[in-house]
């Protein structure tokens, strides 16, 4: 068994990132959090397998354990 034990999900769908560069944008303004906006499991399940699932597959791996992107956790944003 091949274990990738550090990837990303670097390909979350666009309403999480559009959601992402308006909450950064309220913390630089002082402002509220925009809602978390409506993203089914399908779209997830779509931005993994057609990405990450896939080059795991080409690159002969088992499993992959990975974790958000390492900007979205900080809410610095972009430096």
Request: charge should be positive; include cysteine.
């Amino acid at each position: 068994m091949i274990i990738d034990c550090h990837g990303h999900y670097t390909t979350a769908p666009a309403a999480h990132t559009a959601w992402r560069a308006s909450q950064l944008a309220a913390f630089r303004e002082g402002g509220r959090a925009p809602a978390y906006p409506a993203i089914s499991d399908d779209e997830i399940r779509e931005s993994i397998e057609q990405n990450q699932l896939r080059l795991l597959h080409e690159r002969g791996a088992d499993m992959t354990i990975f974790s958000p992107r390492g900007r979205s956790c900080s809410a610095r944003g972009s430096r």
